[in-house]
């Protein structure tokens, strides 16, 4: 298994709702990622983990919960979204070491009403 | 992070081949130079990457340069399936003793390929 799955494919919720997106590899990466795509714009980094555990939040708002329960599965919980929020999200995982490259999944595109 | 400069947009004809340059003049000693690309409403797709010797694989070659200052990735036949963005990455080590590094997209090249 060479792929990062993510579901939903798409998602459109409310300001106050409650969502979650998964992310699931089963290619043994220990370091997992997820990063926020605006409309032609490039990706941004928001976490990233390293053996299910936070390394990195590069200041994201609190609204966006990041969780890793295990060494396969990244989630990311969504609360009181905005709709300036509405982006693709992207996971991708990795090996750890600078040498290898990321593998990303197809990502959801999340639309906030 | 290293700093990437890349043209914004490109052309090229289907079959030829397409070079795509990347300024990164600020890269350190032991960071790669990633090439990514992602075609309309995908996640990026891993291209290839190097440290200062060229490579190739089965999708493009990358040529950097002696002082390592700039690279080129070469798409030897493109064809129409190739159009996307194309993006150089320099990847930096994060701090803390971690190896996982960091993975930060510049703009990219939007090449598009003509029939």
């Known amino acids: 298994d060479t792929e990062v799955t993510q579901t939903p494919k798409h998602l459109v919720m409310g300001m106050t709702n409650k969502k979650s997106l998964k992310c699931e590899q089963h290619m043994g990466h220990r370091a997992m990622y997820w990063y926020k795509q605006k409309a032609k714009k490039p990706p941004e980094l928001m976490f990233v983990?390293?053996?299910?555990?936070?390394?990195i939040n590069e200041s994201v708002p609190s609204r966006f919960s990041p969780e890793c329960p295990n060494s396969s599965l990244l989630n990311l919980h969504l609360h009181a979204l905005q709709p300036e929020d509405s982006a693709l999200y992207l996971c991708?995982?990795?090996?750890?070491?600078?040498?290898?490259?990321?593998?990303f999944g197809s990502g959801t595109r999340l639309t906030v009403v | 992070d290293a700093k990437t400069t890349q043209p914004p947009s490109m052309d090229c004809a289907e079959g030829r081949a397409a070079n795509l340059p990347c300024n990164h003049s600020t890269i350190s000693g032991n960071e790669y130079v990633y090439w990514y690309r992602q075609i309309h409403s995908q996640g990026p797709q891993y291209i290839i990457h190097g440290l200062k010797n060229n490579e190739t694989n089965e999708m493009a070659s990358l040529i950097i340069t002696e002082d390592r200052k700039s690279s080129t990735l070469i798409l030897p036949h493109a064809t129409l399936r190739d159009t996307a963005v194309y993006y150089c990455i320099v990847r930096v080590v994060a701090t803390g003793g971690t190896s996982y590094g960091k993975l930060t997209f510049g703009q990219g090249t939007i090449l598009t390929v003509h029939p």
């Open positions: 983990y390293s053996y299910e555990k936070l390394s």
């Open positions: 991708a995982s990795s090996h750890q070491g600078k040498r290898y490259g990321y593998t």
